[in-house]
């Protein structure tokens, strides 16, 4: 599957910035996102209950990640 790495980076990250109130979440670690290798940042979204598919990309660009 060809993953829109960049819109799960920037989803990902308003996820979690939403979570600061609520759960006291660590800016920190919502900037690291950032640089958190694209298989570790799937991994997250799948633990976030994120849906892969809406990130599903037909044409694989340089921002993309296969997996």
Known sequence: MNINIEKLKKDLIEYFSTAINQFDADINDIEK????????????????????????????RSEDYVF
Do not use: Q, V
Not at 33 to 55: C, R, S, T, V
């Open 33 to 60: 996102i950032n640089d958190i290798h694209p298989i570790k940042l799937i991994e997250i979204a799948k633990l976030n209950g994120f849906n892969l598919e809406l990130y599903k990309i037909e044409e694989l």
